[in-house]
């Protein structure tokens, strides 16, 4: 019986560095990033159809032919030649025009989804090339896990996991736009410029404060996220190893070695911003999962 219906997790992302190297020669910035899955998911279900519909229930991000879903959808089945439709549920939980590839992680899960759905049996080097096509940090929410990543997103290096941490999360009210981020940064440049070498260095040999040391964000100061600074000092106030925006903004982080300064931190942020978030780094990337059945006994408690 071929399957009828499949529900994926999909990671957000962090940025634990961003640094712009460069211009392409495309005219695109050349970046140079260290990047983190967080286990702050998108859940999709994907069901066969004969036709092509997405629902986002409780979600304000418009449902056409621009969502990335859709795009996902539609390279799919153009590269794999199918005649086939789906019928697409997305339970959206990671904040938008937050810089924490929300919109890349729908595009991973659809592809990832309908690999499993129809048995096409695409590698992940293929699924990562049309990803690509769809957005910069698609071929990443496939991967997952935590990679150093470089050009516009699509050149990957996975490393070893970064070092046990916890991770606080805050979205401020107020969005950012990549594409003006970028515009703006052409304007001011930037002081900050983050040891990506560093970096790579003591996630490969588990140093968490050497990860901290040389993290940090070039985008951040030209991001125009006014709040970031005020969010960062509570951050650091409350224990944080170090702070900064994720990607483009808007959201800013904390690490935190252990879970309840991390929750003690969370609290405090909550007094002042609704959108807080605990994650902590997830070990992979979109990928399907099978769901308990309606009425299965859950396991017995492992003693
Ligand atoms: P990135 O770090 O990749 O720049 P982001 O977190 O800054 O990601 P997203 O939330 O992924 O940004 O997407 C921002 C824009 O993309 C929004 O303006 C939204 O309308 C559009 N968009 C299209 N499809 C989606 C989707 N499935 N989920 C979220 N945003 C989407």
């Not at 199918?82 to 924490?100: F, Q, S, W």
């Not at 910069?136 to 997103?153: I, K």
């Not at 594409?179 to 490969?204: I, K, L, T, W």
Request: with cysteine; hydrophobic share 45%; glycine share 10%.
């Amino acid at each position: 019986m071929p399957k009828q219906a499949v529900t994926v997790l999909a990671p957000a992302k962090l940025n634990l560095a961003l640094d712009v190297v460069g211009t392409l020669p495309n005219g695109y910035h050349d970046l140079d990033m260290v990047m983190q899955a967080i286990d702050l998911h998108e859940t999709l279900v994907l069901r066969r159809s004969r036709y092509l519909d997405l629902h986002m229930p409780g979600s304000f991000v418009p449902v056409n032919n621009k969502n990335t879903a859709i795009k996902a959808a539609l390279a799919f089945f153009d590269y794999t030649g199918l005649l086939a439709g789906v019928d697409i549920t997305i339970h959206k939980r990671v904040p938008v025009r937050a810089g924490m590839a929300g919109g890349s992680a729908d595009a991973a899960g659809v592809l990832v989804g309908l690999n499993d759905l129809y048995d096409a049996r695409l590698s992940m080097s293929e699924l990562c090339a049309i990803g690509a096509g769809i957005g910069a940090d698609v071929p990443f929410a496939l991967m997952g896990g935590t990679c150093r990543v470089r050009g516009v997103g699509d050149l990957l290096k996975p490393l070893p996991s970064c070092p046990a941490c916890w991770f606080v999360v805050v979205m401020p009210s107020v969005g950012i736009s990549t594409p003006e981020a970028f515009q703006r940064y052409d304007r001011m440049g930037s002081p900050v410029h983050p040891d990506c070498n560093a970096q790579e260095a003591a996630v490969r040999a588990g140093d968490l404060a050497g990860v901290c040391a040389a993290a940090g964000n070039a985008l951040e100061h030209c991001s125009g996220a006014t709040e970031t600074p005020a969010i960062r000092a509570l951050l650091d106030q409350n224990g944080a190893l170090t702070s900064l925006m994720t990607g483009s903004g808007a959201a800013v982080f904390g690490v935190f070695a252990d879970k309840a300064a991390a929750e003690t931190a969370a609290a405090a942020l909550r007094r002042s911003y609704e959108q807080v978030y605990l994650a902590r780094p997830d070990h992979g990337g979109a990928r399907v999962v099978r769901m308990p059945r309606r009425g299965a006994k859950s396991p017995a408690p492992q003693t």
